[in-house]
């Protein structure tokens, strides 16, 4: 079983940056996709980013693309999205989640979800 624990949201205004944090605990990302989704109110959950743990490759929705980054710490076993240049419309909780296999966009795909952080963009 893996458990994962997301920090680092908050209120932030337009243009501003917050770093999310995303840790597991049971067992290590490796051979794991391990993606960030968000969900704003009244709308669907939404693919943000995802990086493949063995191979750091990674990948972003369109409209986040040269804002966030994600990273990661092999050492800390742990996940960041950097989001920088926020905006009104980045507003939402924001989950982590890790997958074993599937197609890193859907989140379908992935077997275990943290409890969401709220990131809140004011204009």
């Known amino acids: 079983q893996v458990q994962l624990v997301e920090s680092g949201g908050g209120l932030v205004q337009t243009g501003g940056s917050l770093r999310l944090s995303c840790s597991a605990s049971?067992?290590?990302?490796?051979?794991?996709?391990v993606g960030w989704f968000r969900q704003a109110p009244g709308k669907a959950r939404e693919f943000v980013a995802a990086?493949?743990?063995?191979?750091?490759?990674?990948y972003y929705e369109d409209s986040v693309k040269g804002r966030f980054t994600i990273s990661k710490d092999n050492a800390k076993n742990t996940v960041y999205l950097q989001m920088n240049s926020l905006k009104p419309e980045d507003t939402a909780v924001y989950y982590c989640?890790?997958?074993?296999?599937?197609?890193?966009?859907?989140?379908?795909?992935?077997?275990?979800w943290g409890q969401g952080t709220q990131v809140t963009v004011s204009s």
């Open positions: 049971g067992r290590t990302f490796s051979g794991y996709t």
């Open positions: 990086i493949i743990w063995s191979y750091s490759s990674t």
């Open positions: 989640a890790a997958a074993r296999r599937g197609t890193y966009y859907l989140d379908a795909s992935y077997d275990y």
